[in-house]
């Protein structure tokens, strides 16, 4: 599986943006599909999950309320819709695929996408 994830940017706090992590191969849709994200001089961090059907989902703390995590397994596609940034979302977000777990635990996923840089503004 390869994967390839875009959409990332400059938004000032407060604002939002879309990221999309499109996969290739041929088994996608029996993947879980999970978000990362690494700040500067800080250590990767699990975002969000999303189950092979998009019926699990599942979210840190810290972006609850805020992030939306969906699939669409026919496009091979994966989109984290980001909402009321904030400074502290400023972060390289990486997607990767896991063919066995649902895990918030990186070391379990088995692809990971070359990550797209998000900045918010204060």
């Known amino acids: 599986v390869q994967l390839q994830a875009s959409g990332g940017g400059l938004v000032q706090a407060g604002g939002s943006l879309r990221l999309s992590c499109a996969a290739s191969?041929?088994?996608?849709?029996?993947?879980?599909m999970g978000w990362f994200r690494q700040a500067p001089g800080k250590e990767r961090e699990f975002v969000a999950y999303?189950?092979?059907?998009?019926?699990?989902?599942y979210y840190a703390d810290s972006v609850k309320g805020r992030f939306t995590i969906s699939r669409d397994n026919a496009k091979n596609t994966v989109y984290l819709q980001m909402n009321i940034l904030k400074p502290e979302d400023t972060a390289v977000y990486y997607c990767?695929?896991?063919?066995?777990?649902?895990?918030?635990?990186?070391?379990?996923?088995?692809?990971w996408g070359q990550g797209t840089q998000v900045t918010v503004s204060s």
């Open positions: 999303s189950g092979w059907s998009g019926g699990i989902t």
């Open positions: 191969g041929r088994t996608f849709s029996s993947y879980t």
């Open positions: 990767a695929a896991d063919q066995y777990y649902a895990s918030t635990n990186g070391e379990k996923y088995d692809y």
